[in-house]
């Protein structure tokens, strides 16, 4: 084994020329390969936070008592307690309402929330742009756009009503910017309890919000809530309510799947010919070593030692290339405020895949040149030459 090793290194440093060659296609290769993983994966990690990042991705709502759920906190025990992967959940009251502007009234939506519990979804905390949470009762912020078209200010004094008859007076602690423009110029949130007092929905909610560990899997963990919980709540996922983005996520990892096969084909089909044309130049000195008393297997591991070699350096030239190429990118592709077009987050586990995949392509693709080697005849080699 360490006879057939010692060749093959011995071979390439010979021929540099041609080991640099490989050495290139396959770095180049799986740079590209790294590159496109990662910016993929980071550009589905983006559209994820953008859009489901920061809201609800499990939600349980009531089918009956007018969409009240009076029993909310025994559901979140229960949930806790059974199953596995939330990571999040947060109970909230949210109902249309109208602010009361002299003569006119303007539209707005008011969410109550247990702020503790909520900050995990929402992150309400870092969205203030100006002012406090609400702490007492009676204290609400509104959103950036809704503060700007009605010249809102922090201490300002809010009617609210509903069609109900329902009506309160509330002051403003904080502005915030959600980051969505019809949510900020819609909402006016609120501790849960001052939006249970203001429509008299004491003790109930409307709606409980759960944040999952695996986004992927909210569809999942949805039908084991489901499974749990009585006839009179339904059980909705982000998978259902966002199915163009879904099938666009599934179009980007098909996309990179066949980005990296064709990848692999090309340095399996650079290297294999490659190494087929090493044999023919070392014709002469594997016939000489097989004279010598080397057998076919060893002839073989030579060539395929080569490709095992070449894979490894290869493929850390090509990680270490990728990694470069990514690093750049974030650096050059940004947005006006400085901040990275696409935020391409490291994935040990598809470099340390990519890297494999390198060595695996580079010893499959010297299958051939090393069965050709056993093939050949000593005498037939040194007389011909």
Do not use: C, H
């Not at 009076?70 to 806790?80: H, P, V």
């Not at 406090?132 to 004094?157: F, K, Q």
């Amino acid at each position: 084994m360490r006879f057939p090793l010692k060749i093959a290194w011995r071979f390439l440093k010979s021929g540099k020329g041609q080991t640099l060659l490989i050495l290139a296609g396959i770095a180049i290769g799986i740079s590209v390969q790294v590159f496109i993983g990662l910016l993929i994966q980071g550009l589905q990690t983006s559209l994820v936070d953008s859009t489901i990042g920061n809201s609800s991705q499990v939600t349980i709502e009531s089918r009956e008592n007018n969409g009240a759920i009076f029993d909310y906190q025994e559901k979140e025990d229960t949930i806790r307690e059974q199953i596995e992967g939330v990571e999040e959940l947060s109970p909230t009251l949210t109902l249309p309402a109208f602010i009361s502007l002299e003569e006119e009234a303007e539209s707005a939506l008011i969410r109550g929330f247990e702020f503790e519990k909520a900050e995990g979804i929402y992150g309400f905390r870092e969205k203030i742009t100006e002012g406090t949470l609400p702490e007492n009762s009676g204290e609400v912020m509104v959103g950036i756009g809704l503060a700007e078209n009605l010249d809102l200010e922090i201490e300002d004094v809010l009617e609210i009503f509903n069609f109900d008859g329902d009506q309160g007076d509330v002051k403003i602690t904080g502005i915030f910017d959600i980051g969505v423009t019809n949510l900020n110029e819609s909402w006016i949130v609120s501790e849960l309890q001052t939006a249970q007092e203001i429509f008299q929905r004491e003790a109930s909610v409307t709606a409980i919000e759960i944040q999952v560990e695996e986004v992927f899997d909210a569809d999942i963990i949805g039908e084991e809530i489901e499974g749990l919980m009585e006839d009179d709540v339904k059980v909705t996922n982000w998978k259902d309510a966002n199915q163009d983005l879904l099938s666009g996520l599934q179009g980007q990892d098909i996309s990179s799947i066949m980005i990296q096969i064709f990848v692999v084909v090309a340095v399996v089909l650079g290297i294999s010919s490659v190494l087929a044309i090493s044999v023919l130049q070392r014709s002469k000195q594997i016939g000489i070593l097989k004279a010598m008393g080397v057998n076919d297997q060893s002839a073989s591991l030579i060539f395929l030692f080569q490709g095992l070699i070449l894979g490894i350096l290869g493929g850390l030239i090509g990680i270490a290339l990728g990694l470069l190429l990514s690093y750049s990118f974030m650096i050059f592709a940004t947005n006006p405020d400085g901040s990275p077009v696409v935020e391409i987050v490291i994935n040990y586990n598809f470099i340390g895949l990519s890297f494999v995949i390198a060595v695996a392509a580079s010893t499959l693709a010297a299958l051939i040149p090393a069965k050709k080697s056993s093939k050949l005849q000593p005498i037939e080699v040194i007389r011909n030459g």
